[in-house]
């Protein structure tokens, strides 16, 4: 059984319709990708996933849940992790601060436990403190925990973002271009800890739009153009697939 | 001994200030100083829990003098017309500045920067109309006088010094727990929902619920603040919750610095002291805070409380020399 499975999904926009009719499944210790040109409806797919959107029809099961109709915070509890095209670090706070907010869910202490410091802050505080080195260390950013996050250069961030991510402890990780912006020692960095990361039994989804990446790292491919799927499979399958070329590539060549 | 001395090297700058804010009525009888000591410590209440919302939060709100009017209010009508118990009439009140905030936040709270500002400014309107015509409640303008003075145990706390004592005892309860919260789960999730609250709520935050809560604080720190006023000054009318009320104390939380407690502190001292020396000038101290906050805004945005970093900044740059990364030097962790 599929651990993710996106059933007949459309998202409609007032009149535009973003996607239409996708469906695809993803299954446990997968790397997939997503890709295809900009405006194909691959961040709206994240964030209906992540319930930051609504699907307007079709069904997104993950476990035994349907997540249309959740908010994005309990879609992490779930176990539904993401991070961002655009960098939502938090810039001023530090590293190990930002990684602390990915244990909000994993703790529980209220504001009266806060206030008064009391035991359960004090317990769980221990154990935010050592999940969130745990999670920088799955990255390899344990040594840069007491820097400012916005001082940390842009391969950093997206590594941030990940670690940040894995502290509410997912069990599918989106990942949305996470190798933008980096150079080529970055990238294979990257490709490094997300195969890392998979093999600690994290399933991943990623849009990139660096095809060196994608074929490097995924197990399977997704091609989304206009919103619509036109084709699925094996990294060297989609590579020679005459409708993919036509998306990314138009009719001139 | 270690652990003690650990424990105040942590804890020093609460600590000094607690015994600076305590130990002031021993050196005047003056009842005009005593009273405004008195009064900056229900202001600090007040810019204490206005900092958690905007400086913490990042929640605008100009309406909060409607939550000390509410807690105002609350002890006036409850002492004087049905002779409840003081300190009850202290904490009814606050629960329905609490349960006023909780209602009112669920819808404002969703609205966004000036949508937000806006929101609140109209719920600050609506009380303070309601205080004005509910006479038959509030005896509208004319106001309600003859509030008793608190009292427990045999101490009498319509005495200047005493009430200098419990004000600033709770006041700095209120400090205490805010920089606790701030280095929490809940004071770096409210942080985070400043900063982001798409990548909050990705990261298992329910920013709703965190939002409309610091809202309910920051109300009953004002509505206590507005009950132990009522009780030393003996009266009360519609004219002390205004709008200009409202935006003095958003303007004391950002002169103060937003994003660090101890702001607050430093705001409430500034905004209190500076109309005593433009005494003479009273027509201007409105001008004068406006200036203010224009200037601070554009020369130190973090406020009063961050002239140590900004001058070292400011010496670094000027020297030539950087050493210290984000250099900041934030008593208590309080940032």
């Not at chain 1, 469906?23 to 709206?44: C, D, M, R, W």
């Not at chain 2, 507005?226 to 919750?241: N, T």
């Not at chain 2, 937003?258 to 027509?283: C, H, K, N, T």
Request: include cysteine; charged fraction near 15%.
């Amino acid at each position: 059984m599929p651990l993710l499975r996106v059933e007949s999904v459309s998202k409609r926009f007032g009149g535009l319709e973003a996607l239409k009719d996708v469906s695809f499944a993803l299954y446990e210790g997968q790397v997939k990708a997503l890709i295809g040109p900009n405006g194909a409806g691959k961040t709206t797919l994240f964030n209906l996933i992540s319930g930051v959107d609504t699907p307007s029809a079709g069904h997104i099961h993950f476990k035994d849940h349907d997540l249309g109709g959740l908010t994005p915070h309990q879609a992490c509890g779930l176990g539904v992790g993401r991070t961002f095209q655009h960098s939502k670090v938090f810039d001023d706070m530090s590293v190990l601060d930002n990684v602390k907010v990915g244990r909000y869910g994993r703790s529980g202490a209220g504001l009266f436990s806060a206030f008064f410091t009391l035991p359960r802050h004090r317990r769980e505080e221990r154990d935010i403190t050592q999940g969130s080195y745990e999670a920088l260390r799955r990255v390899g950013l344990t040594d840069r925990a007491g820097e400012l996050a916005g001082n940390l250069p842009v391969g950093d961030r997206h590594l941030l973002e990940i670690a940040r991510s894995l502290a509410t402890e997912p069990t599918v990780l989106l990942l949305d271009e996470p190798a933008a912006g980096l150079n080529n020692d970055e990238t294979d960095q990257l490709a490094e800890i997300v195969r890392r990361i998979r093999d600690e039994g994290v399933t991943i989804l990623l849009v990139e739009h660096d095809m060196g990446f994608v074929m490097n790292i995924s197990d399977e491919v997704v091609v989304l153009d206009y919103g619509q799927r036109i084709a699925e499979g094996p990294p060297l399958m989609i590579q020679d697939d005459p409708e993919v070329i036509k998306a990314y590539l138009g009719e001139d060549l | 001994m270690a652990a003690v001395l650990s424990f105040l090297k942590r804890h020093s700058a609460f600590i000094g200030f607690a015994v600076v804010a305590m130990a002031a009525p021993l050196f005047t009888q003056n009842i005009y100083y005593l009273s405004v000591l008195a009064f900056m410590g229900t202001r600090f209440m007040i810019v204490l829990g206005l900092n958690l919302l905007m400086g913490q939060a990042g929640q605008i709100s100009l309406g909060h003098a409607a939550f000390a009017g509410i807690g105002a209010y609350g002890s006036a009508i409850l002492t004087t017309r049905w002779e409840v118990n003081p300190w009850a009439a202290m904490a009814l009140s606050a629960l329905l500045a609490a349960t006023v905030a909780g209602v009112i936040g669920v819808p404002t709270l969703k609205l966004k920067g000036h949508y937000l500002a806006m929101g609140t400014l109209g719920f600050g309107e609506i009380v303070y109309i309601l205080l004005v015509q509910f006479k038959w409640l509030t005896n509208g303008t004319d106001g309600i006088s003859g509030i008793p003075s608190l009292s427990l145990a045999g101490i009498d706390f319509g005495k200047p010094q005493a009430f200098h004592w419990l004000v600033w005892g709770v006041a700095l309860i209120m400090l205490r727990i805010s920089l606790n919260l701030v280095d929490s789960r809940v004071g770096r999730s409210l942080k985070a929902l400043h900063r982001s609250e798409a990548a909050s709520m990705s990261l298992g935050v329910n920013t709703a619920y965190r939002k409309v809560q610091v809202l309910m604080v920051s109300a009953v720190f004002a509505s206590i603040a507005g009950s132990f006023y009522v009780h030393y000054v003996h009266f009360v009318s519609p004219s002390s919750y205004t709008l200009t009320f409202s935006v003095i104390l958003a303007t004391t939380v950002v002169i103060g610095g937003l994003g660090r407690v101890w702001g607050a502190v430093w705001g409430s001292i500034l905004m209190m002291v500076l109309p005593e020396f433009l005494r003479q000038y009273q027509d201007y101290t409105n001008l004068v805070f406006g200036v203010m906050l224009i200037l601070i805004m554009i020369f130190l945005p973090g406020g009063i409380v961050s002239i140590g970093g900004a001058a070292d900044a400011l010496r670094r740059r000027i020297g030539g020399a950087s050493g210290r990364s984000g250099g900041d030097a934030a008593p208590e962790g309080g940032s």
